[in-house]
């Protein structure tokens, strides 16, 4: 028994130890969250496609509408009411797990606090996160496969949009890594400052801790407004080229500039998960240290 358990406290709590553990509780879920994007990818086409047949007073595309948006809505709750149960378990295991290792290590109460809250967002990042993510990553490469379909010239655009966001944020990695580093010391030091600390000491705590995520926050900005600057030509571009190309009827328009916004919503939302990424490896390190 004694064997099993350094064993178990030999164990690095990651988003990969935790995926292979419940591997197969997981995999169901997200084969829902691939169905229920797959769904969603279909919308600006089904849609360009009711409104060309309403024009000539033709009612299958908006049927075809409708079966689209129900069988949407009906895998999206059954993965919702799937997730809260599973990742609720999930959780349960490695907080416990991670007190176990923590107090073996002989780990301070403030540290022990501080690294099973963070547990948590291992877990809310499969749960909450993740999902998303899948949905972005299908919806940008559907979104450019369709786009190429409709307008390969719009396509061109989309894919040097990608490469300058890209490289704002591939430039940042070190930097994001460093500053949740920074944040995350700070934080296991909290119960020990409110146990022990004068109020000057809690004070300056608070403030170390606010500078941290001021920083980490300008940083997200700086990314997010250069990124949605390109976003922004494309935009532009989308239009001008669709509208001169004079060939596409009032649907295909429709569902072109549908694709392009849904490919601009996925391109400004997966840098965001790439930081947040990028946080969980730190805390992922943070978790396996021996003290």
């Known amino acids: 028994m004694q064997t099993n358990d350094a064993a178990a406290n030999r164990v690095v709590i990651s988003l990969r130890h935790l995926v292979t ?29 009711a409104i060309d ?40 295991s490695a907080a416990e797990q991670i007190v176990e290792q923590q107090r073996d290590r002989n780990a301070d109460v403030s540290v022990v606090s501080a690294r099973t809250g963070m547990a948590t967002e291992l877990v809310e990042f499969l749960e909450n996160s993740f999902p998303v993510m899948v949905d972005c990553v299908i919806g940008l490469a559907g979104a450019l496969i369709m786009i190429w379909l409709l307008h390969a010239k719009v396509l061109v655009g989309c894919l040097a949009a990608t490469g300058i966001v890209a490289v704002i944020y591939a430039s940042t990695q070190q930097t994001t890594y460093s500053l949740n580093k920074g944040a995350n010391d700070e934080n296991e030091k909290r119960v020990d400052v409110l146990s022990n600390g004068t109020t000057h000491a809690v004070s300056a705590h608070f403030q170390r801790v606010m500078r941290w995520n001021i920083r980490l926050s300008d940083l997200e900005t700086v990314n997010f407004s250069l990124s949605w600057l390109a976003m922004i030509a494309v ?56 003290n």
Do not use: N
């Not at 419940?22 to 829902?32: C, D, E, N, S, V």
């Not at 919503?265 to 840098?271: K, R, T």
């Open 21 to 49: 553990r419940f591997r197969w509780q997981i995999l169901a879920t997200w084969l829902l969250v691939v169905a229920e994007a797959g769904l969603m990818l279909m919308f600006p086409l089904v849609m360009g496609t």
């Open 53 to 92: 047949g309403l024009l000539q007073q033709m009612y299958y595309g908006l049927y075809l509408l409708g079966v689209v948006g129900f069988c949407t809505v009906l895998i999206g709750t059954v993965r919702r009411f799937y997730d809260t149960r599973l990742y609720s378990r999930i959780y349960s």
């Open 235 to 290: 935009l532009l571009f989308a239009v001008v080229a669709t509208i001169e190309s004079g060939a596409a009827t009032q649907g295909k328009v429709l569902s072109i500039l549908m694709y392009v916004f849904g490919y601009i919503e996925s391109v400004i939302a997966m840098p965001l998960f790439y930081q947040q990424f990028v946080r969980l490896q730190e805390i992922s390190h943070r978790l396996a240290l021996q």
